[in-house]
């Protein structure tokens, strides 16, 4: 599966983005389909998760109430809406998609297929 994120830019703080990621070369139908974050000089992060046939969510505790997960099926494509956003979450986001049949993905290795990323920055 090929994944192509867009939506990255600057922003002030508690502004808005969506973010949207492609997938395309294949079904997700049977994927958990993630988004992840990686500052400087900072770990790669889980961000959010939505299970595609049951899209069932989950999300990190740092944006738990300000971000949401949504897919659409017509489009193979996933979103990551960001309100309230806060300079920490200046990162490259990056889309991911994970065939396993676990639930709860939170771990980068978990992932097979990994999109480019996209720059977001929040200004202050």
């Known amino acids: 599966v090929q994944l192509q994120a867009s939506g990255g830019g600057l922003v002030q703080a508690g502004g808005s983005l969506r973010l949207s990621c492609a997938a395309s070369?294949?079904?997700?139908?049977?994927?958990?389909m993630g988004w992840f974050r990686q500052a400087p000089g900072k770990e790669r992060e889980f961000v959010a998760a939505?299970?595609?046939?049951?899209?069932?969510?989950y999300y990190a505790d740092s944006v738990k109430g300000r971000f949401t997960i949504s897919r659409d099926n017509a489009k193979n494509t996933v979103y990551l809406q960001m309100n309230s956003l806060k300079p920490e979450d200046t990162a490259v986001y990056l889309c991911?998609?994970?065939?396993?049949?676990?639930?709860?993905?939170?771990?980068?290795?978990?992932?097979?297929?990994w999109g480019q990323g996209t720059q977001v920055t929040v200004s202050s």
């Open positions: 991911a998609a994970s065939s396993e049949t676990r639930f709860l993905l939170k771990l980068r290795y978990e992932y097979q297929d």
């Open positions: 939505i299970r595609w046939s049951s899209d069932y969510t």
């Open positions: 070369g294949g079904t997700v139908s049977s994927h958990t």
